[in-house]
């Protein structure tokens, strides 16, 4: 079974445009990683929260975790067209990062 | 620091053949981790070494995969008789410590089995 999850498959927006996106999970985590994968490109890592915080901020990013509701979301401002990409959250079980099937987001000129 | 580099970009196996995929991590990255990406499995764990030392490979199908990392400096992921269905982009991925801290991902290699 699938330990973290986005909440949507996809997401549109327009450029300048802030934007959302959520992903819950299901077992207690010590973090919770964001990522961002561009076509033709590995996963990069845009923001690390631990289980002792609840906000972290990265330029225009910025991700939020409640462990009581076991969520998070990543909040993107200003939007630009190379936001375009996948976005996943995944959590630390053990040795392996479990990851979400990431939400795909299109910024439109 | 060029980051994690994985090689070749593109491979294109027939049934039956075997495929090495190579990856060099970040030169000081004691973790070194290779994930599966398809569009219907997402990303799938398959192994994790630490120090060279095979740690978890909970992931990998018993039979036809290996990984070995011989030195410090790459790590190499050998599929013996591919199958169409291991047709996906490999990823390998390097981290200083472990899943705790930030995994930086090479660009993957796409293997395609005809």
């Known amino acids: 079974s699938q330990l973290a999850e986005e909440n949507l498959w996809a997401l549109s927006v327009h450029e300048g445009e802030s934007v959302t996106v959520n992903c819950s999970y299901k077992t207690s985590i010590t973090a919770l990683q964001w990522y961002r994968q561009k076509s033709g490109e590995g996963p990069a890592q845009l923001i690390l929260?631990?289980?002792n915080e609840r906000e972290k901020r990265n330029g225009r990013l910025r991700a939020t975790l409640d462990t009581s509701s076991q969520s998070s979301s990543l909040s993107i401002t200003a939007t630009r067209c190379e936001d375009t990409a996948v976005y996943f959250c995944a959590t630390d079980s053990n040795y392996q990062l479990i990851w979400g099937s990431g939400t795909k987001l299109i910024i439109k000129p | 620091n060029a980051g994690v580099i994985q090689t070749p970009r593109h491979k294109v196996t027939g049934k039956g053949q075997e495929a090495t995929l190579w990856c060099e991590p970040i030169?000081?990255?004691?973790?070194v981790f290779w994930y599966r990406q398809t569009i219907v499995q997402g990303l799938e764990f398959l192994t994790y070494?630490?120090?060279?030392?095979?740690?978890?490979d909970s992931g990998m199908p018993k039979e036809r995969f290996s990984a070995q990392m011989p030195n410090q400096s790459h790590s190499t992921l050998k599929i013996q008789s591919t199958q169409p269905q291991d047709s996906a982009v490999y990823l390998c991925?390097?981290?200083?410590?472990?899943?705790?801290?930030?995994?930086?991902f090479g660009a993957g290699t796409r293997l395609s089995v005809l």
């Open positions: 991925a390097s981290s200083s410590w472990g899943v705790q801290n930030t995994l930086y």
């Open positions: 929260i631990r289980s």
């Open positions: 070494f630490r120090n060279q030392a095979p740690i978890d």
């Open positions: 030169s000081g990255h004691s973790a």
